[in-house]
């Protein structure tokens, strides 16, 4: 279904959400909202791994979680990446919802939910680049590969990379980093 709601209508009820359940975080993506999932521990240590090889490659960059962005044309949707990789002090002063202005790369880790195919794989690909974030990385755990999109067009990347786990791949810029996927095997159950 898609939502009626306006963009700060939609703000004000993820507020009053999580004051009814600590737990629920909402997103309005393509005109739909959905529940995020909570992440699972082997989803927490995707997320920790990737964070200490991006710092390590660049120090005054930070993995933010957690942080909403505003997304889409017009910047209408408003998503919560598992991770946004930006400069140390990108959202400073920004609140909940963020300008992604200065963000490098969107992160989602697939979660074990019936939406993550239709949530990760197509709305949230199309509204990052949209949005023009550079580099979107989708690592994949139901099919144990990292899809890696770049060169952001309008409504969509020109570029994907898929390479299953276990193999280096490289982020392109302005990220710059190669990644050795092996660590991620450990991670799928």
Not at 84 to 105: H, K, N, R, Y
């Amino acid at each position: 279904m898609v939502s009626v709601l306006s963009q700060e209508q939609f703000e004000e009820l993820a507020r009053l959400g999580v004051r009814v359940e600590e737990a629920l975080r909402l997103e309005c993506v393509g005109g739909r909202i959905w529940e995020k999932p909570m992440p699972d521990g082997d989803h927490a240590e995707i997320i920790a791994w990737l964070t200490r090889r991006c710092v390590q490659a660049d120090a005054g960059w930070w993995l933010h979680v957690g942080q909403g962005l505003r997304v889409e044309q017009g910047r209408k949707g408003n998503a919560r990446p598992d991770g946004c990789l930006a400069p140390s002090d990108t959202f400073v002063g920004q609140g909940e919802w963020a300008d992604a202005e200065g963000v490098l790369m969107a992160v989602e880790v697939t979660s074990r939910d019936h939406h993550t195919d239709r949530r990760d794989r197509e709305d949230k690909p199309k509204a990052y680049a949209e949005t023009g974030i550079p580099v979107y990385l989708l690592i994949d755990r139901d099919t144990c590969e990292v899809k890696v999109h770049s060169q952001p067009d309008g409504g969509c990347y020109e570029m994907v990379l898929t390479v299953p786990f276990g193999k280096v791949v490289s982020l392109p810029d302005p990220v710059g980093v190669d990644l050795d996927t092996e660590p991620l095997k450990g991670w799928v159950h």
